[in-house]
């Protein structure tokens, strides 16, 4: 059955839509706390446990374009089921690995088949939901995972309280299993035949990123110091918090509580990006990160850093799904699942080299001053957006 406009319910499509993206972002947030750990305990050094960590991210990175040729050509439900099973083989290779580089081969496996459930999802919901519904489609869909995110540690915590550290990996292995049967189970929601799926011929990825090189160039550039700066605000708060002499059970505090309020805020942002227009929301919101960057060096205890922290979860949390809306926005008819993939590199790049810059400006000037300059990003991304973010429709 074609879900046209009127037929289209976000509620109707919560579990087939959102329910793998929550299920995946619970499995790599039960994971994510122990990476370092695992590293550690087979023997790694520091900077081997943390580039084992941010192997992750690198294989999201290096997954996007084959993952979107592999949606394209099998369509969605059976490429998240055929990562669910990539996936599963992964976490066992964590669990029995002898070395840590083995470990780093699991991890970096986890990435490629993240790179798949991400873009299944977004390319799904872009020819899904109407315009109408858009910003709100691809919030929900940003927000489940980040509430997924925030839960997997607490599973991740129950299951090594009983099988020590390897119980994370077992939690996920478990979550893992259960997402690729709801993907299975789950039949594939048809779209009207319109667009890239009616289209018979999908432009090569090079020819896709020739044919859009302004906007990518443009936008896309914004949508990458979006995930900079976000990436940089999981590194600040304990960088800064501990510059300042708090605990480590202080600083979770903290951390916590930024993120609560950020989980509370993508489905009104979403909301007001259908409503009022995109630059409503995205340039607040990057105004309003750049400033708490600019403030948390003047931060100097347990009350006003929590305060920055908690201004720095508002403008993320309001810009909840920007990344994913704008990018479904400037997506062409034909060949938009490979556009969403160059689109994901484009930003993954973004959010990889955003700690990167705020360690090389450490290691230049001093920490505020690699804080203010990654401050900075949020500001220039603010008038990017004001400068190339098409103004609001009366149809919003």
Not at 209 to 234: D, E, F, S
Request: include cysteine.
């Amino acid at each position: 059955m074609a879900l046209s406009n009127d037929a289209f319910s976000l509620r109707r499509m919560a579990l087939p839509a959102f329910g793998p993206s929550l299920m995946f972002g619970l499995c790599e947030g039960t994971i994510l706390p122990v990476l370092a750990l695992s590293a550690r305990a087979l023997g790694a050094s520091l900077a081997v446990a943390g580039l084992i960590v941010a192997l992750i991210g690198l294989g999201s990175l290096l997954a996007n374009i084959p993952a979107a040729q592999l949606t394209t050509r099998f369509g969605e439900r059976r490429a998240m089921v055929g990562a669910s099973l990539f996936c599963l083989v992964a976490l066992l290779l964590c669990i029995a690995a002898p070395s840590a580089w083995v470990l780093g081969l699991g991890v970096f496996m986890v990435g490629l088949a993240r790179a798949v459930f991400m873009l299944a999802r977004q390319s799904f919901l872009v020819e899904a939901a109407p315009v109408h519904l858009r910003a709100r489609a691809m919030a929900l869909l940003g927000g489940v995972h980040r509430i997924g995110m925030f839960a997997g540690p607490f599973l991740g915590a129950v299951f090594i309280h009983g099988l020590g550290l390897s119980g994370a990996y077992w939690a996920a292995l478990i979550v893992m299993l259960a997402t690729g049967a709801l993907s299975l189970l789950v039949p594939d929601l048809e779209v009207k035949e319109t667009g890239a799926r009616a289209a018979p011929e999908v432009p090569a990825a090079l020819q896709m990123l020739r044919a859009h090189a302004g906007v990518l160039a443009t936008l896309g550039v914004a949508t990458a110091l979006v995930a900079a700066i976000r990436a940089c605000r999981q590194v600040v708060i304990p960088l800064w918090a501990s510059h300042i002499g708090l605990d480590a059970a202080t600083t979770s505090l903290i951390y916590g509580l930024m993120g609560a309020v950020d989980m509370l805020l993508f489905y009104p942002a979403g909301r007001v990006m259908d409503q009022r227009g995109r630059r409503a929301v995205t340039i607040p919101s990057m105004l309003i990160m750049g400033a708490s960057f600019c403030l948390m060096p003047l931060a100097s205890g347990f009350a006003s850093l929590l305060a920055v922290s908690l201004l720095l979860g508002v403008g993320n949390g309001i810009g909840a799904g920007i990344v994913l809306t704008i990018g479904a926005d400037a997506s062409p008819v034909a060949g938009r699942t490979q556009f969403l993939g160059i689109w994901r590199v484009i930003t993954d790049i973004g959010g990889g080299g955003g700690p990167l810059l705020l360690a090389g400006m450490t290691a230049l000037i001093t920490l505020a001053g690699g804080i203010l300059v990654t401050g900075g990003l949020g500001f220039v991304a603010a008038w990017m957006f004001r400068r190339w973010l098409p103004a609001p429709h009366a149809s919003h």
